[in-house]
């Protein structure tokens, strides 16, 4: 949200996006669609998302789990994947209100799921990213502002 302020763009969450348009939850996609049916949607949600201009769009973390999307998000956009240690990311899954209602329960295996998905996940992130930065104790405006500032260097071509 505050890199889409700075850049004077709008803000898109793909995952609210992707509810609003299910009217219904992410963990009630997984009920009743299972992964495979919620990735479906994600991966088409993704599509008609990749066709805006002056947009930020925050997707889940599970974006990357299909070559079509990484392939997709390389294509059209400039991709950053934000970083935290395993700790770090279930501290904020916790502390998150929304956790319960709206996550599938791929939060029951505490830090230790978080390290087992973060591993099977690392490489693909690797692949598909153009910048890698840690949000480890900074602040949204000082990672807004890095982003900017690589997003800045790329040559005419890759804007």
Not at 16 to 22: F, G, M, N, P
Not at 53 to 76: K, P, S
Request: net charge negative.
């Amino acid at each position: 949200r505050v890199l889409a302020g700075l850049l004077d763009w709008k803000f898109v969450d793909a995952d609210d996006r992707l509810e609003e348009k299910a009217g219904m939850s992410i963990r009630d996609i997984f009920q009743s669609e299972g992964e495979v049916g919620f990735r479906d949607r994600e991966s088409q949600n993704l599509l008609e998302l990749s066709e805006l201009q002056d947009h930020v769009i925050a997707t889940g973390g599970g974006i990357i789990i299909r070559e079509e999307n990484r392939e997709l998000l390389r294509r059209t956009g400039f991709v950053v994947w934000l970083t935290a240690s395993a700790p770090t990311l279930w501290a904020r899954i916790q502390a998150d209100p929304t956790t319960l209602t709206r996550r599938p329960n791929l939060t029951v295996g505490g830090v230790e799921e978080v390290e087992s998905l973060l591993e099977s996940r690392v490489p693909l992130y690797e692949t598909g990213c153009d910048l890698r930065i840690s949000t480890e104790g900074e602040s949204p405006d000082r990672l807004a502002a890095a982003i900017l500032a690589a997003w800045r260097e790329l040559p005419p071509t890759r804007e």
